[in-house]
Each structure stands twice: as C-alpha cells, then as structure tokens.
C-alpha cells in the first residue's frame, strides 16, 4: 500500500496547500524537523499564488542549502544518490548502472544537474506528474523492475521515525554492487551499513596526457567503499573522468 497522496488542485484551498507543503518537506527533505527559519519561505509564496507547479517546489526544496548540507556535502557519493532516488522518485535505486550514471554525472555536471536529472525524467512526470508530492512508491510494482527493488527499499525507508540525515553511510553499496537482495533487518539494527563500506570498488578514469593531447590515458583506482567520497574529490579537482565504479570481490 502507497503512502497518502497529496495533490495541489487549482481549486484547492490554503490548508491543502499546506499540507501539500508539508508532505514535499516531509518526503523531499527524509523527514526533518524544519524550523521557521529554514523554510522557503519564497517559493512556498509561490506555491500558494500558483506561479509555480508543485514539481518546480520540489526542484527547489532538494536545491536548497538545507537538503545540500545534510545530504550532497556530509554524505558519502552513494549515500547522496541512493537518498535522491528515494526522496525524489520515491524508490530505492534498481542496479549499479544507475548509481554509477548519477555519481558521475554529480562529479561532471555539478550538484544541480543531478537534482534536475531526477525531476526532469520521464518517471518522476509518470509517478507525480507536475502536482503530485513525492512519495514512498518502492514497494510497489510500478517502481520495481526488479524483485531486489522490494527488499532495497526496506533498507532505506526505516519507518515513521527514521530521519535520513541521522544516516551518512550507504545502506546498499554492497546489494546494488554485487546484484544481489538485501537482508531485511528490523528498523532497530545497524548491521549491514559498516559491513558494505568495507567493500572495495574499481573507480575507472580517463584522462588528456599532458605530452600528447590527442592521446587518452585510463588510469584505475581501487578503494575501499568508505574512502569513495574523498577519491571522487581527489578525481574532480584534476582532469580526469570517471569512465565507470564497480564492485570487486
């Protein structure tokens, strides 16, 4: 069963917009505490008075310095990716293809690329359309491709209590890695979070020689699940491109 849905109508009044309000901050932000100081207050005005589409509000509550610092600046790059999936698409990534398309285009394009590249796709119009508020929809079969979707999602959605910032560890480095299905673990244990950033990954990388222009050089790092953030760092501030991050056993 789908969470409760929220749609922002022309004829809706001022409580169902803020309850529409609510639920994006609620979805969108991994259930916060959101003081007054820290609303956007603009766009939300904007939202009331109809210039923007509740879409366009949620592009920009997951710009916002508030989802940027608990999630793009303190977290690992996969933690920042699976949590995008679930506040944005309301579902937990399908395989490692997906995770590496999103760090990379993170690393290549920057922060707002990546938050427009959930939000413009095809799925996010299919599942909310421009009225909608995100939710949580990976337990459902339209959000599932795969039968691994169901348990992943366990994995991430902890419960009513859960708040995602509380969490800066990836909780399926290891399951989209390597294909396989998470263990569902009761919402009280930690095991499985540490395990998987002791995994170790191939990050691929191209890169210009600086003797000869035309020629590309490929240059290969193994690192430990734990240590990706600060390699993908180390990465960005040369020339280099990552090519692909893969799982090694």
Not at 146 to 160: E, P, S
Not at 215 to 222: C, D, K
Request: aromatic share 10%.
């Amino acid at each position: 069963m789908k969470d409760s849905t929220y749609e922002l109508w022309p004829t809706s009044g001022v409580d169902e917009v803020q309850a529409v309000i609510r639920a994006v901050y609620k979805q969108v932000l991994g259930n916060p505490h959101v003081m007054e100081s820290e609303r956007l207050v603009s766009a939300e005005s904007q939202l009331s008075d109809r210039s923007i589409s509740v879409r366009e509000f949620v592009r920009l509550v997951a710009k916002s310095d508030f989802y940027s610092t608990r999630y793009f600046q303190k977290c690992a790059p996969y933690r920042f990716v699976e949590l995008n999936f679930l506040h944005i698409l309301g579902r937990a990534p399908q395989d490692q293809t997906e995770i590496s398309e999103h760090i990379i285009r993170c690393v290549e394009q920057g922060y707002a690329a990546e938050i427009d590249s959930y939000i413009d796709s095809d799925e996010y119009q299919t599942a909310f359309g421009e009225n909608i508020a995100p939710y949580y929809r990976g337990r459902s079969s339209e959000a599932n491709t795969k039968q691994v979707g169901y348990n992943r999602m366990f994995a991430l959605d902890r419960g009513f209590a859960q708040i995602d910032s509380a969490v800066k560890a990836s909780q399926l480095v290891y399951a989209v890695a390597t294909n396989s299905a998470n263990t569902i673990k009761p919402a009280t244990s930690r095991g499985g979070a540490y395990v998987a950033t002791e995994k170790m990954f191939k990050i691929v990388v191209t890169g210009s020689k600086f003797d000869r222009p035309r020629r590309r050089s490929t240059t290969t790092y193994i690192v430990q699940g734990n240590h990706m953030s600060s390699q993908i760092q180390r990465i960005n501030r040369t020339s280099g491109k990552i090519a692909s991050i893969t799982e090694i056993n």
